[in-house]
């Protein structure tokens, strides 16, 4: 693949809601897997539009925060 053939790609690849970065997603690319299976599921959160896809430095982030969250005080 060329430079200009790598540009293009990265400008359709959808983009990640929390930070803008291009998110890479193999199955919207037509792979069989994409690198964000490698990570537990995400909650749904109604903040993020449906069926987005975060970028794996923002995806590690919520999954932590996810976690801890999950840890809480029970007073809910
Ligand atoms: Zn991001």
């Known amino acids: 693949m060329s430079d200009a053939d ?7 690849l ?4 929390d930070c803008g970065a291009p998110v890479r997603c193999g199955l ?3 792979e069989e897997r994409c690198w964000c299976m490698a990570h537990p599921p995400l909650a749904p959160d109604p ?3 449906e069926g987005a896809c975060l970028c794996e430095a ?3 982030r919520r999954l932590e925060a996810q976690a801890r969250g999950s840890r809480g005080p029970k007073d809910s």
């Open 14 to 17: 959808p983009r990640c809601p």
């Open 47 to 49: 903040t993020l539009p």
């Open 28 to 30: 919207r690319l037509g």
């Open 6 to 12: 790598a540009r293009r790609a990265e400008g359709t």
């Open 58 to 60: 923002c995806l590690t």
